[in-house]
């Protein structure tokens, strides 16, 4: 999957494998909204994380639960 973050955070892009995964909508996912995706066990420590990477401005790489389109978690 591809994503696209502006310089705040949020993403201005999802790639469609993004939706065949999740079930999640493009225009949903934009934003914040992807989070809504995100296992609710890795969703603080995700959010700290990208937070102190947009901080740094740095490259990063993230691994995280996300929902899948049929409800259950990858």
Known sequence: MIFVTKAEGGLSYVS?????????AADEAVGHGWFQC????DHESAVTFLRSARDQQSEY????????????FA
């Open 16 to 24: 469609p494998e993004w939706t065949a995964f999740t079930g999640q």
């Open 38 to 41: 995100v296992h609710p066990e």
């Open 61 to 72: 790489s993230l691994r995280l639960r996300l929902r899948r389109a049929d409800g259950s």
